[in-house]
């Protein structure tokens, strides 16, 4: 396993630069000049850019995000082509809209605080975030079908991929080997045994895996739902994290966010028998399937761990999936990634 961390330290400026502080009046100079809709903002919470919401008078709310300085356009060029693929797909998925602005663009170029900062605007989603919901067997079986519809929805999105070396990639994981000492001691042994795990699986079955271009981070925080019906999902956003990868690490991520509750085991199973109905896996994706989970859930307690000591202003917002990412890898200690897949095919067999 490597070790070196300089290929993941490359390409996360994005993480590590400062955002500059736009007011809500420049922001709103922004609606109205560039796209002609007049609204009041407000500061939506986010990692690496910043967002707002624009509030209409007219029943139709808006997202404006600016990007971080350091953000590349041919990767914001890469997001906003896949909701264009999307849109024109017949397919019942609730996602954001981006909107040109009265020249036609989608990405603007605008000087702000003597920085060069790209702007985008989408269409608001109602609903609540998925964390905030009540969970049930039927929510996990429509987020799991909601999944498996998106990554249908890409499966002919063959774009000119961007290259970089995304930090939340599960197949640049390997790399992470060197930000483990970053880990309470407690735990390095755990997650260095799922990065162990997972280069034995990158140097072997993985490389045959059907790949296509995935969403990456279907988590709870991107996820809305109706809040009078939590296993109704309104809404799937933030096509930050999306790479070209194998297709079944769209489901590891999925279910990382899941496996960690008390009923987590239960609820993983749901998710994974709505994905397979929708979209078939092939018995490889499931041998594969129980690897990358562990490897998905130690990289969430590796980056966060480290990234919470490195910016203690935004502790509480970076470890907001450490406590579900940490139960979750607790909860597999004791079980080999065979016995999961043997498992989890026991399961996909049940619906035969």
Same mark, same amino acid.
């Given at each position: 396993?490597?070790?070196?961390?300089?290929?993941?330290? =490359?390409? =996360?400026?994005?993480?590590?630069?400062?955002?500059?502080?736009?007011?809500?009046?420049?922001?709103?100079?922004?609606?109205?000049?560039?796209?002609?809709?007049?609204?009041?903002?407000?500061?939506?919470?986010?990692?690496?850019?910043?967002?707002?919401?624009?509030?209409?008078?007219?029943?139709?709310?808006?997202?404006?995000?600016?990007?971080?300085?350091?953000?590349?356009?041919?990767?914001?060029?890469?997001?906003?082509?896949?909701?264009?693929?999307?849109?024109?797909?017949?397919?019942?998925?609730?996602?954001?809209?981006?909107?040109?602005?009265?020249?036609?663009?989608?990405?603007?170029?605008?000087?702000?605080?003597?920085?060069?900062?790209?702007?985008?605007?989408?269409?608001?989603?109602?609903?609540?975030?998925?964390?905030?919901?009540?969970?049930?067997?039927?929510?996990?079986?429509?987020?799991?079908?909601?999944?498996?519809?998106?990554?249908?929805?890409?499966?002919?999105?063959?774009?000119?991929?961007? =290259?970089?070396?995304?930090?939340?990639?599960?197949?640049?994981?390997?790399?992470?080997?060197?930000?483990?000492?970053?880990?309470?001691?407690?735990?390095?042994?755990?997650?260095?045994?799922?990065?162990? !795990?997972? /280069?034995?699986?990158?140097?072997?079955?993985? $490389?045959?895996?059907?790949?296509?271009?995935?969403?990456?981070?279907?988590?709870?925080?991107?996820?809305?739902?109706?809040?009078? /019906? &939590?296993?109704?999902?309104?809404?799937?956003?933030?096509?930050?994290?999306?790479?070209?990868?194998?297709?079944?690490?769209?489901?590891?991520?999925?279910? !990382?966010?899941?496996?960690?509750?008390?009923?987590?085991?239960?609820?993983?199973?749901?998710?994974?028998?709505?994905?397979? $109905?929708?979209?078939?896996?092939?018995? #490889?994706?499931?041998?594969?399937? &129980?690897? #990358?989970?562990?490897?998905?859930?130690?990289?969430?307690?590796?980056?966060?761990?480290?990234?919470?000591?490195?910016?203690?202003?935004?502790?509480?917002?970076?470890?907001?999936?450490?406590?579900?990412?940490?139960?979750?890898?607790?909860?597999?200690?004791?079980?080999?990634?065979? /016995?999961?897949?043997?498992?989890?095919? =026991?399961?996909?067999?049940?619906?035969?």
């Amino acid at each position: 396993m490597s070790s070196t961390s300089e290929p993941i330290q =490359q390409n =996360q400026n994005a993480l590590n630069v400062e955002v500059g502080k736009t007011s809500h009046a420049t922001v709103e100079a922004i609606a109205f000049d560039h796209f002609g809709i007049t609204g009041r903002a407000l500061t939506l919470s986010s990692e690496r850019d910043e967002t707002f919401l624009i509030q209409t008078d007219t029943g139709s709310d808006y997202v404006l995000k600016i990007a971080n300085p350091a953000e590349r356009t041919d990767i914001l060029e890469f997001q906003t082509q896949a909701l264009i693929h999307l849109a024109a797909k017949a397919l019942p998925l609730p996602l954001p809209r981006a909107v040109p602005s009265k020249n036609g663009e989608m990405l603007l170029a605008l000087p702000l605080a003597d920085k060069r900062r790209t702007a985008r605007l989408l269409t608001f989603l109602d609903g609540q975030q998925l964390y905030k919901a009540r969970r049930s067997f039927e929510q996990m079986d429509a987020l799991g079908k909601m999944l498996a519809l998106l990554g249908k929805g890409l499966a002919d999105f063959r774009p000119q991929v961007p =290259q970089q070396t995304l930090l939340w990639d599960i197949c640049n994981a390997a790399a992470l080997i060197a930000f483990v000492p970053h880990v309470e001691p407690l735990r390095q042994t755990m997650v260095s045994h799922a990065l162990e !795990s997972f /280069d034995k699986l990158a140097n072997g079955a993985m $490389r045959t895996l059907r790949r296509q271009v995935i969403h990456n981070d279907f988590n709870p925080h991107n996820i809305l739902v109706s809040e009078t /019906d &939590p296993a109704m999902v309104t809404g799937v956003i933030d096509f930050g994290d999306m790479v070209e990868a194998p297709l079944i690490n769209d489901l590891a991520v999925a279910l !990382s966010y899941q496996i960690g509750a008390e009923s987590g085991l239960d609820d993983a199973v749901a998710m994974l028998q709505a994905y397979h $109905r929708v979209r078939p896996l092939d018995p #490889l994706e499931i041998t594969c399937l &129980p690897t #990358l989970l562990r490897t998905r859930l130690a990289m969430t307690v590796i980056i966060t761990e480290w990234r919470a000591a490195l910016y203690p202003d935004n502790r509480d917002y970076i470890l907001r999936n450490h406590p579900i990412a940490l139960a979750g890898l607790t909860r597999l200690v004791d079980h080999t990634d065979a /016995d999961l897949g043997a498992f989890f095919r =026991q399961k996909i067999g049940d619906l035969s």
